[in-house]
């Protein structure tokens, strides 16, 4: 059974930084490209960054770039998302994403199969 | 910036069909995946590439793709159906995935 369990969430004052990890288990992590999609309270699904298998293709938003930062570790079977510089629009759950493509050469190839619950990132004063 | 554009709502009397459109300058050469969100629900995917159906998901599900336009029909549309459906896609060079606002699906 695919399993994402996401962690790191919590209250952060703006300006601040935070870090989001994601266990993963259930399948071949090293063999998918995964993700980080957000979902402010009461709003819709907003793609915040992608990374392939191997770590040499990564993507942000645009409302991210510079901000945030995405890595992985197939030996921990783990995702990460770095969040620097938070502002209190990046109030949000932050779901873990598993894309269902073995071969990612655009992120035209990515759909997400599998969602991890969340967790939940408020920044404020 | 790409957007991918729904109708904030649609709604539908049990029994009936459902159609929820997605709309978007790319989608002629994007394919659109949809998913279905019901409250305090993670999202699931219930079509991708347009019109492929994940294990699991019943056949009253179905996509279609026509020009910049791509439609999720739900026949014999059940109570358990209400939820929010979002399309999804990538902009025309494949850099940034995109979602569309979302449709909140009423079942009368």
């Known amino acids: 059974e695919v399993q994402l369990v996401e962690s790191g969430g919590g209250l952060v004052q703006p300006g601040r930084s935070l870090r989001l990890s994601c266990v993963a288990s259930g399948f071949s992590f090293d063999d998918y490209a995964m993700h980080w999609v957000r979902q402010a309270p009461g709003k819709g699904l907003e793609w915040v960054s992608g990374i392939n298998w191997k770590s040499d293709k990564v993507g942000y938003a645009d409302s991210v770039k510079g901000r945030f930062t995405i890595s992985r570790d197939n030996a921990q079977t783990s995702l990460y998302l770095q969040l620097n510089s938070l502002r209190v629009d990046d109030t949000a759950l932050y779901f873990c994403v598993k894309d269902i493509s073995l071969i990612v050469v655009t992120w035209g190839d990515s759909y997400f199969d599998y969602w991890g619950p969340g967790t939940l990132v408020t920044v404020s004063s | 910036s790409y957007e991918l554009t729904q109708p904030p709502s649609v709604s539908v009397s049990p029994g009936q069909t459902a159609r929820i459109t997605c709309s978007g300058d790319a989608l002629p050469k994007q394919y659109t995946s949809w998913y279905q969100q019901k409250a305090g629900q993670a999202p699931l995917l219930v079509i991708y590439?347009?019109?492929e159906r994940p294990s699991g998901i019943p056949d009253r599900f179905s996509g279609s793709s026509s020009g910049t336009t791509v439609t999720l029909t739900i026949t014999g549309v059940q109570a358990e159906d209400e939820a929010d459906f979002y399309c999804?896609?990538?902009?025309?060079?494949?850099?940034?995935?995109?979602f569309g606002g979302g449709t909140k699906l009423t079942v009368l």
């Open positions: 999804q896609s990538a902009d025309s060079s494949g850099t940034y995935v995109v």
């Open positions: 590439r347009d019109s």
